[in-house]
């Protein structure tokens, strides 16, 4: 496998996904990262330096799955709110103009030394985070509407509803 073997190669997108997966693995306790702390390794890590300028808005737009392609269609990080980033995961939703855009860098456009994270990325992606029903929001709320109905029946309700429509 050849590997990059310099950083002037190394594409935007790649050291952006490179970035981003550094922070997912070093703190899997994390379920997202801000812009700022996915800029402040980018600084760390100096897998270009200085740190190219194309770097903020591929982490801000050009990267990100759920954003509308403007005009990259990279679907490598996922918004999971406002200035909040992640890396994207089979699944995850993303904008339909981005359709069958890259989501991890080829292993022959990686410095050698991060071509692991792609086997790392592999497990991880498989293993989405999904909340027990117990613990869903939306699930929690099945039946809580059961008291509306138990004084009174529903033809009365609506009817008290209508009073007074003339």
């Known amino acids: 496998m050849s590997a ?69 269609r990279y679907r490598m990080l996922f918004e999971t709110s406002s200035g909040r980033r992640r890396l994207f995961r089979h699944g995850d939703i993303y904008h339909p103009a981005r359709e069958g855009g890259k989501i991890t860098p080829s292993p022959e456009n990686m410095p050698l030394r991060f071509c692991k994270l792609l086997d790392w990325y592999r497990e991880w992606s498989t293993k989405a985070v999904r909340a027990p029903a117990d613990q869903d929001p939306l699930l929690q709320l099945r039946g809580s509407g059961r008291r509306l109905w138990a004084s009174e029946h529903a033809d009365e309700y609506v009817r008290r509803l209508r009073e007074g429509w003339e």
């Open 4 to 72: 990059v073997t310099s950083p002037v190669d190394l594409k935007v997108a790649d050291e952006v996904w490179i970035i981003a997966a550094l922070l997912q693995k070093d703190h899997p306790e994390k379920a997202d990262f801000s812009v700022e702390e996915i800029m402040d390794r980018a600084q760390r890590e100096k897998l270009t330096n200085p740190l190219r300028p194309g770097v903020y808005v591929h982490v801000i737009q050009h990267c990100v799955a759920n954003r509308a392609p403007n005009p990259g």
